[in-house]
């Protein structure tokens, strides 16, 4: 038995996957604590910040499973595994004993660190992180962890742009990666405080943003892209655990 | 020479598709004119009431696929054929000819009408009409239509929900086709009136519909469907032809 511990920020859920591949699917998230970024827009600092780290709490396999059986009724749905960065904790033992019970499992991560169980995942989610979020990407990384995935695994390539500089870059991107799928989301520009549950959304903001990025998007023939807002945020803001 | 014309509403885009599972897509539309429903909230009145029929202009595949490709910048993209019914129009001459230049081809129709060209698209979603509609499901109809599928077309049901009866009739479109992908979506209680172009849009209407369905969908354990708004409608309203 795999007693090995992760660090979990929240469990919640069932509630629809908000973003990317998986919009619109019911799933229950695990949300892991600690990243190796510090993205000048991260809205989820809670799961970041090791001032919050007395908010994660360790926890094995069988234990996250057991919260995961509660909450989804023991009905089998896609567990989606976020952070922070989750592939900086011990998860291939929980996608073990997850897949077992027939549960499936999608994870999304910034491509910084590549873990031999991606390959045991259902869908991979990698998102780079842009020139505005104030990090820099290591593509040697993003290419490790894009050959991590699996046969059975789905992978999806995801940016988040706030600017022109975000958008070229996800173009850089798409000519790295023109055979994967990717998507595109306009950036929160009103992330919450971590400490903050509630913070009022720039509803009108975020639809100006899709309008220039589907813009941008069809006159530049960029076909291969998926444009997608954040569907959580729209609907509940930036309320946590929903 | 397939000759034969299409009765076509209007043609526009490239624009994101907005709904279902091409969602976020980049598409271009070609609405064809008549219906052979009339449902209560139908919100494109335009290319189904015959009152506007003088609107609709016989076209050639040949004419219309010239039309697509200035519009997609001769780049191949999906092009949405959509109503209306489409399945009125034959649409099996303009699918063959816009294969061969690399197109691909979504249709979206209720399913009272199985047509053998079905088997040629990449993308058919069948969105029988609940009971709000007051239209009346000849399930023998919807069933053809299912199978109508070609291999490699990929199959969806769509239900637009208003109240609890349509999600009774959701849940029995799930059980009658547990197999297939079911994409429950809420919806416009503002349709626009047919020579009306940006009615406004109850976003918060909407919005509390979504909650109320990922509640009920995540509440009874359907976790097969997908639930999703109509993303054209928050981003632009009622307009049309973006
Ligand atoms: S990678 Fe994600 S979790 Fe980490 S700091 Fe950036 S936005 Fe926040
Ligand atoms: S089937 Fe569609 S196009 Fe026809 S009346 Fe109903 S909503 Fe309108």
């Known amino acids: 038995m795999n007693t090995q511990t992760i660090r979990v920020n929240e469990i919640f859920g069932p509630t629809i996957q908000g973003e990317g591949a998986l919009i619109g699917q019911p799933t229950v998230f695990v949300r892991t604590g600690g990243c190796d970024y510090r993205c000048s827009w991260c809205d989820t600092l809670h799961a970041v910040d090791s001032a919050y780290r007395d908010d994660w709490h360790p926890m094995t396999p069988a234990a996250i499973m057991m919260q995961v059986e ?13 952070g922070g960065n ?25 491509g910084s660190i590549a873990r031999d169980w991606f390959r045991d995942l259902d869908v991979l989610t990698l998102s780079p992180k842009p020139p505005s979020s104030g990090m ?21 390539l995801k940016v988040v742009i706030f600017d022109e500089n975000d958008y070229a870059y996800a173009r850089e991107i798409a000519s790295r990666y023109p055979q994967q799928s990717l998507y595109l989301q306009p950036g929160n520009h009103t992330p919450p405080a971590p400490d ?32 997608l807002p954040q569907l959580h945020t729209l609907i509940w803001g930036n309320l946590r655990g929903v």
Do not use: N
């Open 196 to 227: 903050q549950e509630d913070g009022v959304i720039d509803m009108a903001g975020i639809m100006d943003r899709m309008r220039w990025l589907i813009d941008r998007v069809t006159t530049d023939r960029l076909y291969s892209a998926t444009v």
């Open 70 to 82: 509660i909450l989804s009724g023991h009905c089998p749905l896609t567990v989606s595994l976020s």
């Open 136 to 156: 820099v990407t290591d593509w040697q990384k993003l290419a490790e962890c894009v050959e991590a995935a699996g046969p059975s695994t789905q992978l999806a």
């Open 86 to 110: 989750p592939a900086i904790q011990p998860l291939g033992g929980l996608i073990d004993l997850g897949r077992k019970e027939g549960y499936r499992f999608a994870l999304e991560t910034q």
